[in-house]
């Protein structure tokens, strides 16, 4: 059965094409676009898919290709709630078709689709992830605030291997020295502060940082330009996306970072190649707040039927 709180938008949404085009239920998937400072989603409700189609890597890949398929940097697959207190339960999938834990931009956008489809129950909203709980709140401006839990700086969290917690770590990287600070927002951060994020080596280091040996589940990698105390330049090489607009996980990893080392305050204008993000947090012991815009680009359903022979 779907969700009750989004099974209107996604048959509205679908219902015109389907009427011209006539596709049997099990050939296609309806589906929401959503962008978050730039990055980009496919969400669609697990309900819509037939028992008979797998949502696998190949699959996925397929329909993140931006020239044969939608296009994403990650897909957001809704279920039901799996506790009284949440509205959704949602799963996160990169466009290399890997699952991750969670995606700050990705809970934002979902928490603006689940209000808009229900705002009389209010702008507060629990939902449910791989990573852990999330609470959003759906401003009175149109940004939307989720809290994504404390930091945690302890290697095994991400995990990376390393002797030792501490604020910075060497890593050899083709023969050279990087210090790196790394953090778990429910995945995986090694952040490099650098002097200018333009001229920042994101596609030099960010793959070879991604798939480094210390870090055996692989790791989003931040570049980091400290402009003051209040303000941050970030460019971010997502794990199994590349270099992307924005990464909600990525800015709340930096000022996390940033704050531990004493660069930062407690509250950091985050400038990223999509937009800003601002994000607060105000110590140690409190959870951190990521905020930021969500937009709707468009609605639409897809033909799974081509994509059936996808490699997995």
């Not at 852990?132 to 009175?140: F, S």
């Not at 960010?206 to 798939?211: A, H, L, S, V, Y």
């Not at 692989?218 to 402009?227: D, L, W």
Request: proline residues 5%; glycine residues 10%.
């Amino acid at each position: 059965m779907r969700n009750p709180q989004h099974e209107e938008f996604f048959r509205a949404a679908a219902l015109a094409a389907l009427s011209r085009i006539g596709y049997a239920r099990s050939m296609r998937i309806e589906f929401l676009k959503m962008q978050g400072l730039g990055n980009d989603f496919l969400i669609f409700d697990a309900a819509a898919i037939d028992a008979d189609t797998r949502v696998n890597p190949g699959l996925l890949r397929a329909l993140a290709d931006r020239h044969t398929g939608v296009g994403f940097d990650q897909a957001l697959m809704l279920e039901s709630p799996r506790d009284e207190n949440s509205r959704v339960f949602y799963r996160v999938f990169n466009s290399d078709g890997t699952e991750v834990e969670q995606c700050g931009n990705g809970a934002r956008c979902i928490a603006a689709l689940l209000y808009g489809r229900a705002p009389q129950l209010g702008r507060d909203l629990t939902m449910g992830s791989p990573g852990g709980t999330v609470h959003a709140r759906v401003r009175d401006d149109g940004l939307v605030s989720v809290d994504m839990g404390m930091p945690n700086f302890d290697p095994r969290a991400l995990p990376m291997q390393a002797g030792a917690q501490a604020d910075t770590y060497s890593l050899n990287v083709d023969g050279a020295d990087f210090e790196i600070s790394a953090v778990s927002m429910g995945n995986p951060h090694a952040v490099l502060r650098v002097a200018d994020v333009k001229t920042a080596p994101v596609e030099r280091l960010g793959p070879k940082i991604e798939r480094h040996p210390r870090f055996p589940n692989r790791t989003n990698v931040g570049f980091m330009q400290i402009i003051n105390r209040s303000h941050i330049r970030l460019r971010v090489f997502e794990r199994g996306a590349g270099e992307t607009l924005a990464c909600g996980t990525g800015a709340c990893a930096a000022v996390a970072v940033g704050k531990r080392r004493g660069f930062l305050d407690g509250e950091v204008r985050v400038d990223l190649p999509g937009g800003t993000a601002l994000v607060a947090w105000a110590d140690p012991d409190q959870h951190l707040w990521l905020t930021g815009p969500a937009t709707t680009v468009y609605t639409g359903c897809i033909d799974l039927t081509r994509f059936t022979g996808a490699k997995q």
